[in-house]
């Protein structure tokens, strides 16, 4: 059966692992985790992505495309309008973080009010934009997730309808359901 859920097993160890959910999820958390106890080449795609003002670089594709072609690999699955099927059409296995807007919204906003508050430095020393921004700025992450809280579970329904049984999805609903699926299947636990 493709779709699992938390506390069903895995059979076999993925080699491909995309970890799909809305942004403040925990989709970069649980890459980190997967990629260091299953001992799979780990790529943050935000990093490949932002250049310097939050640009994106001209050489994202491609990066993304040498790292798709590789026999193993953990990565979260996002950038979709510009990287098309490239790493869901050769992914074994999608962790997909499921969880309700309520919990997304309070991670999302704790993560970006310390990133702000910390000026913590992000991919190519960028960092994030003042507060009052989420009032003024329709792409803000905070307003970003928010709008787009129903799209990883649409594009994981959409693969498992084109795809079938040649992916692996397991479904994780809330932070106990990622800490129990993480306890049981990643030695090095969850991050």
């Known amino acids: 059966m ?5 506390d069903d097993e895995l059979v076999v160890r993925p080699r491909r692992v995309l970890v799909a959910g809305v942004s403040g999820a925990g989709k970069t ?3 980190t985790a997967v990629g260091r106890s299953w001992g799979l080449p780990r790529i943050e ?13 001209a050489e994202f594709a491609g990066e993304v495309a040498t790292f798709a072609g590789r026999a193993e690999w953990v990565t979260e ?3 979709t309008s510009k990287l098309g099927d ?3 059409s050769r992914a074994d296995c999608v962790l997909w973080l499921d969880h309700p807007r309520s919990l997304v919204m309070r991670q999302v906003l704790r993560r970006t009010v310390r990133r702000r508050v910390l000026r913590e430095q992000l991919w190519n020393g ?14 803000h992450v905070v307003r970003w997730s928010w709008r787009t809280h129903g799209g990883p579970g649409e594009r994981v ?4 309808d084109e795809r079938g049984a040649d992916v692996t999805v397991v479904r994780l ?10 306890g049981r299947n990643l030695p090095n636990g969850p991050g």
Not at 45 to 57: I, K
Not at 126 to 139: F, H, Y
């Open 86 to 88: 490239m790493l869901h």
């Open 45 to 57: 795609l935000d990093a490949l992505h932002h250049g310097a003002g939050w640009q994106p670089r």
């Open 157 to 160: 329904r959409a693969l498992l």
């Open 173 to 182: 609903r809330g932070r106990r359901q990622v800490v129990g699926w993480a």
């Open 126 to 139: 960028n960092v994030e934009p003042p507060l009052w921004t989420i009032l003024t700025d329709p792409e």
């Open 77 to 79: 699955w996002q950038y």
């Open 2 to 6: 493709p779709l699992l859920e938390w």
């Open 29 to 31: 958390t649980l890459a």
